[in-house]
């Protein structure tokens, strides 16, 4: 069925890429940036023609002003004051030389002011044109920080912003003084906005859709809206809001207030189906703002990559957007990538240069962490080998007997001292820290386009083979470090197979590691890379104990005592070396 449906399925329609359409309202970009206006600043637009209070300043032509700094490059637009460009110099876009834009090019800029005037109209000063206090267009940032600051006539008022740039750092400031706001908006204050979601970066647009979202800070708890399951999603949020973001998978940028809020709204759409190469998704974000006293209400703007170094800076948990898994597993998963493996990476980076070999020391490190852990789940599946004979002579002889051959069955555990969930135990206690890795090294912007050995990227798939036709759920590659993966599992499971004749595990020695091949071949080569290391130390590991036991046979057989109460014999299984 799954052959047939695929192999009939429709072709998807084309669809025409909007971030290469002229701007339908004149909008002009200067080189490389061609913006598509939003519908809805048109609409205002045409309101504030008609409306006499919001002529001033109105039949101007477009200017733009470019930013450099050591990190970014910036263009801003007097329509509006806006940004209507992020570029950041040092990633890339997913196998190419094009900067990461941060602003969504399909929209008339990214930073808008939203207000209700005293006639109930509603506008957004996209449509309005600013004047720049910087003549020259452009704004060197490299070395010290600088202003720009964009004004316009607003009635009897006005209204200005004014953005900082500082050389190392991905914030920018922003500051927006309204003069006599009265006379052109009513007192329920102005939201302030960031328009359009992060534009896609990487190979997977499914798997980074499934990372992307908007995100909002209420009553100290992070609350977000996904498109993963719904093509349309908002939710409003009352009272003081901390912060706003909106995020793709290794990149986010976030607008914090440092005067009171009132609330937050977050709409998102999702255009195109989830496993669509053109899928792409819409967010706005923004925080309602009171009505402003007589200062300027500044706020801090984050627009950078997802590093957690300068998301902690902030202290307002801005990290928390990342997704770590369902609450159940977050509550631990969380704390180990924050606390354990964020600064385990950075260290070993600073004494190894390459992401490949921090990974595999990484593997070593934590096997040698869970060693005590590891060699007493496989001492007591040792144990439990030795009572196979007499389990299976008791399953003999109760055959017909369920309840007599349990409470046999117990009868010899507890003369023995084998405590039949000791070889499973210590190895429940690893899956908090598979789990929160799981989760932590697809999402390690460190290992995004990292080479090792063939991969030319770590939080990519490591092809080494494509295929000339797609398997459902697999592909139409083969990744080499999942291959070699599939291989050391077959190889652990041989190690610690304990009945060779046993046919059922026979065959799920080669199932198993087929099945993981087919699942994990579409993730980040890093993540594969650690679970080969992880499966060779675990398989040397298990060989180490194994040979230990056999030198030492007398860990696993009974020790004879008298029960001094019973005068019986019983046999204890003793925990340790025998005395000579």
Not at 69 to 92: I, M
Not at 157 to 183: D, K, R
Not at 388 to 415: G, L, S
Not at 460 to 488: C, R
């Amino acid at each position: 069925m799954v052959v047939w449906l695929t192999w009939l399925a429709p072709e998807p329609a084309p669809v025409q890429d909007t971030s290469l359409s002229a701007d339908t309202t004149g909008f002009q970009a200067p080189q490389e940036i061609v913006e598509q206006a939003d519908p809805a600043i048109g609409a205002v637009s045409a309101l504030a023609t008609d409306d006499s209070t919001f002529v001033r300043g109105q039949d101007v032509s477009e200017s733009f002003v470019n930013v450099e700094t050591d990190l970014y490059s910036a263009v801003f637009s007097n329509r509006g004051g806006t940004l209507v460009s992020f570029k950041l110099k040092e990633y890339h876009k997913f196998e190419s030389e094009d900067a990461v834009n941060m602003v969504d090019t399909t929209k008339a800029g990214s930073i808008a002011v939203l207000f209700t005037s005293g006639g109930s109209r509603n506008y957004d000063t996209r449509s309005f044109f600013f004047t720049p206090d910087e003549t020259s267009g452009k704004i060197n940032a490299t070395t010290s920080a600088q202003t720009l600051t964009y004004s316009v006539g607003i009635g009897e008022g006005s209204m200005a912003f004014t953005y900082t740039f500082t050389p190392g750092s991905y914030e920018v400031g922003l500051s927006i003084q309204q003069n006599n706001a009265s006379s052109f908006a009513t007192q329920d204050g102005y939201e302030l906005a960031w328009v359009g979601g992060i534009p896609f970066t990487e190979g997977d647009h499914k798997d980074e859709g499934l990372k992307s979202g908007a995100y909002a800070r209420s009553g100290g708890e992070v609350e977000a809206i996904t498109l993963a399951s719904d093509t349309f999603d908002e939710l409003s949020l009352n009272g003081d809001v901390d912060w706003i973001a909106v995020k793709n998978k290794y990149f986010a940028v976030a607008l914090m207030a440092d005067v009171p809020t009132r609330g937050a709204e977050l709409v998102g759409e999702r255009f195109g189906e989830v496993s669509d190469s053109y899928l792409r998704h819409d967010y706005m974000a923004s925080l309602e703002v009171a009505a402003p006293g007589a200062g300027p209400d500044t706020f801090k703007m984050y627009i950078g990559p997802v590093i957690y170094k300068n998301f902690s800076a902030y202290n307002v948990r801005l990290y928390d957007m990342v997704d770590y898994g369902w609450d159940f597993f977050e509550v631990i998963t969380r704390p180990l990538a924050k606390f354990v493996f964020i600064p385990a990476f950075t260290y070993l980076h600073d004494i190894i240069p390459s992401y490949g070999l921090v990974i595999i020391l990484l593997a070593l490190l934590i096997k040698i962490v869970l060693h005590p852990l590891t060699r007493s789940s496989f001492k007591s599946m040792g144990k439990m080998r030795e009572l196979q004979p007499r389990m299976e002579a008791i399953k003999e002889k109760f055959a017909d007997n369920p309840q007599k051959q349990q409470e046999a069955m117990m009868k010899m555990y507890k003369e023995t001292g084998v405590n039949p969930l000791g070889g499973c135990l210590p190895m429940l206690l690893q899956y908090p820290i598979i789990i929160a890795l799981w989760q932590f090294l697809p999402q390690a912007i460190e290992l995004r386009q990292e080479g090792f050995l063939w991969a030319a990227d770590l939080s990519a798939p490591d092809i080494i083979l494509h295929l000339p036709f797609s398997i459902p759920m697999f592909g139409n590659f083969i990744a080499g470090f999942t291959l070699l993966m599939g291989l050391s599992m077959v190889f652990q499971m041989k190690v610690s197979m304990t009945n060779q004749n046993n046919l059922q595990a026979k065959i799920f020695t080669y199932v198993m590691p087929v099945m993981i091949f087919v699942i994990f071949n579409k993730l980040a080569a890093g993540l594969n890379l650690y679970y080969l290391c992880y499966n060779v130390l675990t398989a040397l590991q298990q060989k180490y104990v194994n040979k230990q036991i056999h030198e030492h046979p007398e860990e696993l057989k009974a020790e004879k005592k008298v029960d001094p109460k019973k005068g019986k014999v019983t046999g204890k299984l003793s925990g340790g070396r025998k005395k000579k």
